[in-house]
C-alpha cells in the first residue's frame, strides 16, 4: 500500500498570497497518477488536479500541479477566500487507492 | 447534469449490517466505474470500494475485504454498498463517486453522502 504523507498539516496565509502544499509517496506512483481534491466543510470533494498535473474540468488556472514519482506539489498562485479548505492528494496508480491525510489551509 | 444521491445509512449495532445505494443520473451510466469513499467525523477520506462499469471487477481495501461488497445494476442505475460485521471505527460518511472518465481512478463526481453511525 502506498502511504501519502502531506505537509504542512495546516498552512495559514492570507488572501493574495501564494500557497504551496506538498504531497510525499512511500513508493513510487506508478504513471504520476497522483489527483488532488478540496473540501469544504460539510461538502464532497472537489476534484482539482488529476495526473500530477492536469487542471480538471472547471478549475481556475490559479491552481497548478506538478512532481513525479514521490514528490508532488500543488500551488495556488493567488488566494482567493474561496480557497481557504482542506486539500488531499490521492494516488490511483496501484491498488488499493489512497488518500493522504490532508493540509487545512486557513486564513492568516 | 451528473447527480448522485446516497442512501441507505443511519444508527446501527455493532455487528450488524446495512445496505447502501446510490442512485445515478445524468449521464450514460454503464459507461463508468463507481466507487465508495468514506469520511469518518472530522478525519480524512478513505476508499473503500470500486466496481468496473459491467461489475465484472471489484476492488476494496484490506479494512474492507471480506465484510464489503460493492455491486451495481445497470438497468437501475443504481451502485450499492453492503457493509457487514460493523464497527464503531466504521462510523463515517459513506459518498458514491463517479470516476472522471470511464476507468480514471479520480472522481470528478460525488454524491453528498449518507452518514452510518455505529453505535449500542
Redesign the interface.
Known amino acids: 500500500e502506498i502511504v501519502l504523507t502531506q505537509s504542512p498539516g495546516t498552512l495559514s496565509l492570507s488572501p493574495g498570497e501564494r500557497a504551496t502544499l506538498s504531497c510525499w509517496a512511500s513508493q513510487r506512483v506508478s504513471n504520476n497518477y497522483l489527483a488532488w481534491y478540496q473540501q469544504t466543510p460539510g461538502r464532497a470533494p472537489r476534484l482539482l488536479i488529476y495526473a500530477a498535473s492536469s487542471r480538471a474540468t472547471g478549475i481556475p488556472d490559479r491552481f497548478s500541479g506538478a512532481g513525479s514519482e514521490t514528490d508532488f506539489t500543488l500551488t495556488i498562485s493567488r488566494l482567493e477566500p474561496e480557497d481557504f479548505a482542506v486539500y488531499y492528494c490521492q494516488q490511483y496508480g496501484s491498488f488499493p487507492y489512497t488518500f493522504g491525510q490532508g493540509t487545512k489551509l486557513e486564513i492568516k | 447534469e451528473v447527480h448522485l444521491v446516497e442512501s441507505g445509512g443511519g444508527l446501527v449495532k455493532p455487528g450488524g449490517s446495512l445496505r447502501l445505494s446510490c442512485t445515478a443520473s445524468g449521464f450514460s451510466f454503464s459507461s463508468y466505474n463507481m466507487n465508495w469513499?468514506r469520511q469518518a467525523p472530522g478525519k480524512?477520506?478513505?476508499?473503500v470500494s470500486?466496481i468496473s462499469s459491467s461489475g465484472s471487477f471489484v476492488?476494496?481495501?484490506?479494512s474492507a475485504e471480506g465484510r464489503f461488497t460493492i455491486s451495481r445494476d445497470n438497468a437501475k442505475n443504481l451502485v450499492y454498498l453492503e457493509v457487514n460485521s460493523l464497527r464503531a471505527e466504521d462510523t463515517a460518511v459513506y459518498?458514491c463517486a463517479r470516476d472522471?472518465d470511464s476507468w480514471?481512478?479520480?472522481?470528478?463526481f460525488?454524491?453528498?453522502?449518507t452518514l452510518v453511525t455505529v453505535s449500542s
Open positions: 469513499v480524512g477520506l478513505e476508499w470500486s476492488k476494496y481495501p484490506d459518498y472522471t480514471s481512478g479520480h472522481f470528478s460525488w454524491g453528498l453522502g
